[in-house]
């Protein structure tokens, strides 16, 4: 008899009720994604990624409350072509952003948990080249701002690199299930979910 399919997100760890490995889910999809909060509490693999985004896209943030600080404004403001950078880097950000990552290698027989390491890597690096792009944009108008002695130069970057950042590197459902169709574009079975969805630390996928 043949075991039953698996379609549920275990929270078991690897030393709760099996070797290694048996926490993986071969098959998860979005439907399994606890939520957003509810997986900071989980211990998985998307849990610790989300704590670690959630971190990172706090920081503009700050750096937006000092900028008075660190900003003498003039009464004059920038010249207009101190904002042309920014266009420039949000438009890199918004083209090159969304094609990371790279699909995956066709797929070859093997183990599900293969799948799961190698989707794990490439997706943690399409993740931080995302965020690098967008907080790129933000970043490029703090010295623009304090060369051109305007504040306004760094809130152009920051309202055209924030949203960026939000929607291109904070892994909510939709962001990872996008990132797992341009995984699988090349007919490889990335098994993201259930690598992303395993506890973190589980020797399977690590």
């Known amino acids: 008899m043949a075991p039953p399919p698996f379609s549920m997100y275990s929270p078991k760890t690897p030393g709760a009720g099996g070797p290694p490995g048996t926490a993986l889910v071969p098959g998860a999809g979005p439907a399994d994604d606890p939520g957003y909060i509810r997986s900071l509490r989980g211990g998985t693999v998307l849990g610790r990624l989300r704590a670690m985004m959630l971190v990172l896209v706090v920081a503009p943030v700050l750096i937006l409350a000092i900028t008075p600080l660190i900003v003498q404004n003039n009464d004059e403001g920038a010249p207009p072509w101190f904002y042309v950078p920014i266009a420039v880097f949000a438009a890199i950000a918004l083209i090159a952003g969304p094609r990371a990552p790279r699909p995956m290698a066709a797929a070859v027989p093997g183990p599900p948990a293969a799948a799961a390491r190698r989707a794990l890597l490439l997706f943690r690096q399409a993740l931080l080249l995302r965020f690098a792009l967008a907080e790129g944009v933000i970043l490029a108008g703090l010295p623009l701002a304090m060369v051109g002695h305007s504040e306004l130069v760094f809130l152009a970057g920051f309202a ?6 939000l929607w291109l590197a904070l892994p909510t459902r939709g962001t990872v299930d996008r990132m797992r169709r341009r995984l ?13 969805l395993a506890p973190a630390g589980d020797p399977a996928i690590s």
């Open 184 to 196: 699988e574009a090349g007919g490889a079975e990335s098994q993201l979910w259930a690598g992303l």
């Open 160 to 165: 055209a690199g924030y949203p960026l950042l």
